[in-house]
Nanobody, 128 residues
Framework: QVQLVESGGGLVQAGGSLRLSCAASGRTFGRYAMGWFRQAPGNKREFVAAINWSGSNTYYADSVKGRFTISRDNAKNTVYLQMVSLKSEDTAVYSC?????????????????????WGQGTQVTVSS
């Protein structure tokens, strides 16, 4: 089992930047596929970005490609989401998720039901 704790959310102006962190407990973090998802009020949870266990493969939603970067530091049991050029439509609660499985396709990484463990989420608000 792994526990996830997000941090780094906040209020930022459009065009600004934030870096989210997700700290994981457990000795086997390095085996986990990790993802970031977000949910805005009244909307379904949507995929943002994901990274495989080694960090060699990353996946992004089209809406954030080129603006967001996912990375991980397995020595620190932490995954990051660097967000730049933020837009008002990026406003949402951002949650990280972990899956103790080796996935081989983008499809698997982008489906929230493929992840067994979730953090509590951190609010990101972008003012226009």
């Amino acid at each position: 089992q792994v526990q996830l704790v997000e941090s780094g959310g906040g209020l930022v102006q459009a065009g600004g930047s934030l870096r989210l962190s997700c700290a994981a407990s457990g000795r086997t973090f390095g085996r986990y596929a990790m993802g970031w998802f977000r949910q805005a009020p009244g909307n379904k949870r949507e995929f943002v970005a994901a990274i495989n266990w080694s960090g060699s493969n990353t996946y992004y939603a089209d809406s954030v490609k080129g603006r967001f970067t996912i990375s991980r530091d397995n020595a620190k049991n932490t995954v990051y989401l660097q967000m730049v050029s933020l837009k008002s439509e990026d406003t949402a609660v951002y949650s990280c998720a972990a899956a103790n499985t080796v996935y081989n396709s983008r499809y698997d990484y982008t489906r929230d039901w493929k992840y067994a463990y979730w953090g509590q989420g951190t609010q990101v608000t972008v003012s226009s």
